[in-house]
């Protein structure tokens, strides 16, 4: 049985790195996640995009998304505050401007079919359907995932956004 097929809550968490040997960052953080699930995490290959919504002259991103089963008593609030840690661990520093290159950022999509409105936290993350390095890597690992308060799954979310943001896996640009 996958994971996403079982009973258990899951964690969707989208990572992305534009600072630093990005490729070791995401690769070394999803080992990391690791350690925050009860079973073996599923993880998309890695894409490389094009900064969205980031100050002028910002590196490219190397994206991916990770799905994992939370350990027993973990709330949304208890993995958002593993997630930062782990990102300051990386070398992320506190925001001076907004979207700004950073070496690991971590994105809690998701938590099961958990809703949080809060200043900390808003889950379902509020701009995850609109967004193709969420959504491409997502659906590699997950397609038929519907998102909470979504009604389409993932695979066809994505089929719907429109094609101004390019992604590329990663292994496809290494062939060429």
């Known amino acids: 049985m996958s994971l996403l ?3 258990a809550t899951k964690a969707i968490i989208a990572l992305g790195s534009n600072l630093g040997d990005s490729r070791r960052m995401i690769l070394d ?7 925050f699930s009860s079973e073996p995490i ?27 089963v939370p350990r027993k008593a973990e709330t949304p609030e208890s993995l958002l505050a593993k997630l930062q840690s782990l990102e300051r661990e ?4 506190e925001k001076k401007i907004l979207n700004e ?22 889950l379902p993350h509020p701009r995850a359907h609109l967004r193709r390095f969420v ?8 397609p038929d995932l519907i998102l909470p308060g979504h009604e389409k799954t993932v695979a066809k979310l994505l089929a719907e956004l429109s094609a101004d943001e390019t992604v590329t ?8």
């Not at 953080?29 to 350690?35: D, G, K, N, V, Y």
């Not at 599923?42 to 094009?50: E, N």
């Not at 990386?90 to 520093?93: A, K, V």
């Not at 959504?135 to 997950?142: D, F, G, K």
Request: aromatic share 6%.
């Open 90 to 93: 990386f070398g992320r520093q």
């Open 135 to 142: 959504l491409q890597p997502l659906s590699e690992i997950a």
């Open 29 to 35: 953080a999803m080992e990391r996640l690791q350690t």
């Open 42 to 68: 599923l993880k998309s290959s890695l894409w490389q995009t094009l900064p969205v919504d980031c100050p002028s002259g910002s590196p490219k991103f190397v994206n991916a998304v990770a799905c994992l």
């Open 169 to 176: 896996r990663l292994d496809l640009l290494e062939s060429r």
């Open 5 to 7: 097929a079982s009973a």
């Open 101 to 122: 290159p950073r070496p690991l950022d971590l994105d809690l999509i998701a938590f099961g079919n958990e809703v949080r409105l809060s200043p900390e936290l808003i």
